[in-house]
């Protein structure tokens, strides 16, 4: 399908977005200033079109899907921080821990079921020792050498670099020879140290996440990036976000993907609103284009929701994550989307956005096309 920028921006009256939509097609970087002014903009059909154009001259039609598996091996946590709605104290009824042959089970269900990727984070207990996070990597990875470990947020690596008194440096050697292949995104929140210092004053700041990250790619280890947005934050905040991550992708070039994730407020005591589908849809396009060196955007559907994830497809994004299985974290926090899908769900929900599904591995080689 042609995307017919012209004649959209015909339709566009506004003379600065005029001018930063030029930059956008001549496939110019756009700075922070003008990312804010699209922030501001009321003309989402345009901010779409725009992030789609990108999208289509780094990833065609493809549309991207995984076979996986999310496991949260406990959600007792010791940071409590205020937007959370998973982590709780050990004291409290709905805390749990799974024993290591609960979480190779549940791997052994996934490997049969054809998934070749463990997505694995948690709560940050206090009475975990650092060996236990390594010992989980390495067990699952002796038992399903096929399937691939990716694992602990940068806020669990801080956290072990913590209790062994390792450098971060050490902790990741440690865990990518007990199998870690790749780490996920999560704990980013949000880079501004006033937005996180409500949000979540306890755990890693914005720069040791940085750092973990940074360390990881030295490494060879390739990260995800994410950003929850929704909260407290400003528009400004957003940016000041995407451009810390842009600045250290043209330094390492080791992030994959970027995955916004809208807040969900329920059962948290932070409270506040579910943000709306405009907004998921122009955070998702924003991004697209001013991360202009990410190759993926990814519309997480357990957080937009599927219905917001599918458009979204066409707003910027190239990939839906995958079937997941038995998402905890998002749900506890009120998300009424399911719980996991099956292929054949994914592949109807690309087709129906007018795209290519394509079955991926965790670094984004293709498995399958389902033409
Ligand atoms: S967001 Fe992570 S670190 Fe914070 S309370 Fe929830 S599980 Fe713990």
Redesign the pocket.
Known sequence: MELLIDDLLKTVSDGELLRIAEKIVEGERIEEEEALYLFRSGELPAIGHLAELINRRKNGMNAYFIVNRQINPT?V?????D?????VKRSDPRAYEMSLEDILKKVEETYRAGGREVHM????PAHWGYERYVEIVRKIKENFPEVVVKAW?A?EIHHMAKISKKSYEEVLKELKEAGLEALPG??A?IFSERARKII?P??ANAEEYLEVHRTAHRLGIPTNATMLYGHVETYEERVEHLSKLREIQDETGGFQVFIPLAYWPQGTRLGGRRTSSVDDLKTIAISRIFLDNFDHIKAYWVTLGEKVAQIALNFGADDLDGTIEEEK?VHSAGTKSAYGHSVEKLVKLIKKAGKVPVERDTFYRVVRVYN
Do not use: R, S
């Not at 946590?77 to 921080?81: A, D, E, N, P, S």
């Open positions: 959600n946590c010791v940071y409590q921080c937007f959370c709605a998973f982590g984070v948690g709560g940050i947020t806020i999560g704990g929140e979540a306890n755990k974290i």
